[in-house]
């Protein structure tokens, strides 16, 4: 699925935090706490946490509400916008 430019930078805005967000709430990666430590960390613990994410897709929902809840209110994207459209799937 091809998503708009504008789509694309918020997304690689976004990744290392959503991810960092996921592995912490893990407990179980080592050396990933939260966003700062998955940038420093090895390529096998960012790929565990890649994973973890994926598995979890719910954890999305959880940084939204946890983490970017002021940020989302203060634009035009509301939570309706991170819902995919009828017949379409988000990205796995």
């Not at 959503?18 to 960390?41: L, M, N, P, Q, Y």
């Not at 946490?49 to 940020?71: F, T």
Request: overall charge negative.
């Amino acid at each position: 699925m091809l998503i708009s430019q504008e789509e694309a930078k918020l997304f690689f805005a976004l990744y290392h935090s959503v991810i960092g967000f996921a592995a912490g709430r893990s407990g179980g990666i080592e050396g990933i706490r939260d966003t700062g430590t998955f940038k420093s960390a090895p390529n096998e613990a960012k790929a565990q946490a890649r994973n973890h994410l994926l598995n979890n897709i719910e954890l999305i929902k959880d940084y939204m509400e946890d983490i970017c809840v002021s940020v989302v209110d203060r634009t035009d994207w509301g939570r309706n916008d991170f819902k995919p459209h009828q017949g379409q799937r988000l990205l796995s």
